[in-house]
């Protein structure tokens, strides 16, 4: 692990679908490699309040934590396997955890909450990643990678038989079911309005010729999965995480780099990265800068747009 930033040479390698895909980029950015070292670097998640960036490393059991006055430490260590983060209105962290197979909030003081832990009486496979929404309530996946992959969790059974979409509308209440539609439901974001929620599917894991792909299903009045909208299979890979801008666009991790999407689910252009990127956030004092978990390695990269703002 690296203390320092490692700088490397320039901006990455773009690849514009879209002429208005370079209006995103600020020229001549450099793409910077803030820590390496992990075995899946995954779940980040941009901290205001102490300018740091939080993510997993998941197979390692770790959580380690980056900022430009300390570098990177280690936040905790075992991790439960920790996964996908999010942050509540209280700026409290929601962290999806393998090896509890639970959401779990931390409080100030660093007690444990358990969020969700079963659906109808049995117990969750592998929450995998998490937002909330601006009402508080908690939206998370639940694929079976953590119980079926040593190296990321502890081998169980699939005891409620699925792989869901799941909502919690505050706590101690019933988990809602939001989708049973995904083979592997991986990586997910609501649309700006809260209105459209984007799903990714890593089935391809488990299906030949599965999914890998964002879908985008309009939420009808009870918050459950309505009419699908669209679907985009990546052209490299696989996509796990996504995180929208300013503008509602999509930036998903993918086989080659970082896929950015239209609204409407239209490739606009790729950051090529020299390594598989999971999962990303935007963070950084104005919002501007895109952090990516690819693999071994933390990346950052100051855009020409922010980061939604929740
Ligand atoms: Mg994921």
Redesign the pocket.
Same mark, same amino acid.
């Given at each position: 692990m690296q203390e320092n930033a490692l700088s490397l040479p320039g901006p990455p390698p773009t690849l514009a679908v879209d002429t208005a895909f370079a209006a995103l980029l600020q020229p001549g950015a450099p793409l910077r490699r803030l820590a390496d070292g992990c075995g899946w670097a995954?779940g980040p998640v941009w901290l205001a309040a102490s300018k740091s960036l939080l993510w997993s490393d998941v197979t390692g059991n770790r959580e380690l934590r980056w900022s430009e006055a300390g570098g990177v430490e280690v936040f905790r260590a075992p991790s439960n396997f920790a996964? $996908?983060h999010a942050l509540d209105a209280q700026a409290r962290l929601v962290t999806c955890e393998h090896g509890t197979r639970s959401v779990v909030r931390t409080e100030p003081d660093g007690r444990r909450t358990v969020l969700a832990d079963r659906f109808e009486g049995r117990r969750l496979n592998s929450p995998? %990643?998490v937002v909330v929404a601006r009402d508080g309530s908690v939206w998370f996946t639940d694929p079976s990678y953590g119980i079926e992959f040593e190296n990321e969790g502890y081998p169980g059974e699939r005891e409620y038989g699925g792989c869901h979409v799941f909502r919690l509308d505050a706590p101690g209440q019933d988990l809602q079911v939001v989708s049973t539609a995904f083979v592997q439901p991986? $990586?997910l974001a609501l649309s700006l309005d809260e209105r459209v929620l984007y799903v990714v599917d890593t089935g391809a894991t488990h299906v030949p010729g599965g999914p890998r792909s964002i879908t985008a299903l309009a939420l009808d009045d009870r918050r459950r999965a309505g009419p699908l909208l669209w679907t985009h299979t990546m052209d490299a890979g696989s996509p %796990?995480?996504i995180a929208l801008d300013e503008d509602g666009r999509l930036w998903a991790g993918a086989g080659d780099g970082v896929h950015c999407l239209s609204p409407q689910g239209r490739l606009l252009g790729k950051l090529l990265l020299s390594e598989r990127a999971?999962?990303l956030c935007f963070g950084g004092p104005d919002g501007r800068t895109l952090f990516i978990t690819a693999t071994t390695s933390l990346y950052a990269l100051d855009l020409a747009v922010r980061g939604a703002t929740g």
């Open positions: 995954e996964n $996908g995998n %990643d991986n $990586g %796990d995480g999971a999962n």
